[in-house]
C-alpha cells in the first residue's frame, strides 16, 4: 500500500511539472546561427598616385559616378578616405570602404555598374582613360568579413571639422593562421571590441581578412575627432583594467607578429 501511494505521489509531481512555469513571450533570441546572417562583407580599394590630376580624376569618377550607382545597388553607405602622408610613406593615396551584403554583391557589381547607363556616362573619362594617362597607379582590393560581435558597420559620430578627424586604420598580422584565430577571438570572447567602445573610439568596422596581401590577417577602423583626442583614447586604452588582464593572459600570447598602421580623413562627399 505504501508503494502504491509513493507512486501515486510521484506521478502527481510529474503531472505538475509538465505545465509552462514561464509566461509566453514574443521575445526571439538571438542565435549564432542569427548573427552569423547578419555579418556584412567588406571591399577595401586602395587606390595609389603620382599626381594631382590622378587624384582629381579619380575624386570626380568616386563622386558622381561611383558611389551614385552603387547606392543603387543597395550599397547604402560609402566610406571614402585621404592617406595622411608622412615622412616614410610620401604616396598619395585614397581608401574607398564598401559594405556588402553578400559574396554575390561582391562578385557581381562591377557587371551591374557597366550595365548602368547613367554611371557610364558620369564616368566616361576615367572608365575610358587611355593606358599612357590612367586615373591611378595601382588598385588593392582587400576582401573582409566582419566580426561575430560587430556584425554592421557603424557611423562614427564625431563633430570636428573633417579635415582634422582621425580614421585609424589597422592591420594586426599573425604568425600561423591558428595565432590569427586567437587575435580575432581577443576581440570577441576577449573583450577588445566593448572596450573600444567603453573609451569613445568609435569603431567604424573589424573585419577578418579572406583576401588579400598579408594574411593572415584583421583589419579595423577607429575614429577620433582629431589627433589629441586620439592620442588620449590610446593612453587610457593601455592603461585600463580591462587591457592588461587580456594581455597578462597566456592563451593571448604571441598572436599578433607585425601590425601597422594608417591616418585617414574623410572626404567631404563620404558617408562616413
Keep these: 500500500m505504501k508503494t502504491i501511494k509513493l507512486l501515486l505521489l510521484l506521478l502527481t509531481v510529474a503531472l505538475a511539472s509538465c505545465g509552462n512555469p514561464k509566461p509566453e513571450t514574443t521575445a ?21 598616385f603620382s599626381s594631382e590630376d590622378q587624384i582629381a580624376a579619380t575624386d570626380n569618377y568616386l563622386k558622381n559616378a561611383f558611389i551614385p550607382a552603387v ?35 561582391f562578385t557581381e557589381l562591377d557587371n551591374k555598374l557597366l550595365e548602368d547607363e547613367e554611371y557610364t556616362a558620369a564616368g566616361n573619362a576615367y572608365i575610358n582613360s587611355n593606358y599612357d594617362n590612367p586615373p591611378y597607379d595601382r588598385i588593392q582590393s582587400i576582401l573582409m568579413r566582419s566580426f561575430h560581435d560587430m556584425p554592421k558597420m557603424k557611423t562614427p559620430n564625431l ?53 588579400g596581401a598579408n594574411m593572415p590577417n584583421l583589419m579595423y577602423m577607429t575614429t577620433h575627432n582629431d ?28 598572436n599578433v607578429s607585425h601590425a601597422d598602421i594608417w591616418f585617414l580623413y574623410p572626404t567631404e562627399y563620404s558617408d562616413y
Design 159 to 211: 563633430d570636428s571639422p573633417r579635415s582634422e578627424r582621425v580614421y585609424e586604420l589597422r592591420s594586426y598580422e599573425s604568425a600561423t593562421e591558428k595565432y590569427y584565430r586567437n587575435k580575432v577571438d581577443m576581440f570577441n570572447a576577449g573583450g577588445e571590441i566593448p572596450l573600444f567602445d567603453r573609451l569613445g573610439f568609435n569603431a567604424v568596422f573589424y573585419g577578418e581578412v579572406l583576401s
Design 71 to 105: 547606392k543603387k545597388q543597395g550599397i547604402d553607405k560609402v566610406g571614402v578616405f585621404k592617406f595622411r602622408t608622412n615622412e616614410t610613406d610620401t604616396v598619395q593615396k585614397t581608401y574607398v570602404l564598401l559594405p556588402l551584403k553578400g559574396l554575390q554583391q
Design 28 to 48: 526571439t533570441p538571438e542565435t549564432p546561427e542569427t548573427v552569423q546572417d547578419e555579418r556584412e562583407f567588406y571591399q577595401l580599394k586602395i587606390y595609389s
Design 227 to 254: 589627433m589629441a583626442t586620439r592620442e588620449k583614447n590610446w593612453e587610457a586604452f593601455v592603461n585600463a583594467p580591462e587591457w592588461k588582464e587580456l594581455i597578462a593572459m597566456p592563451k593571448y600570447e604571441n
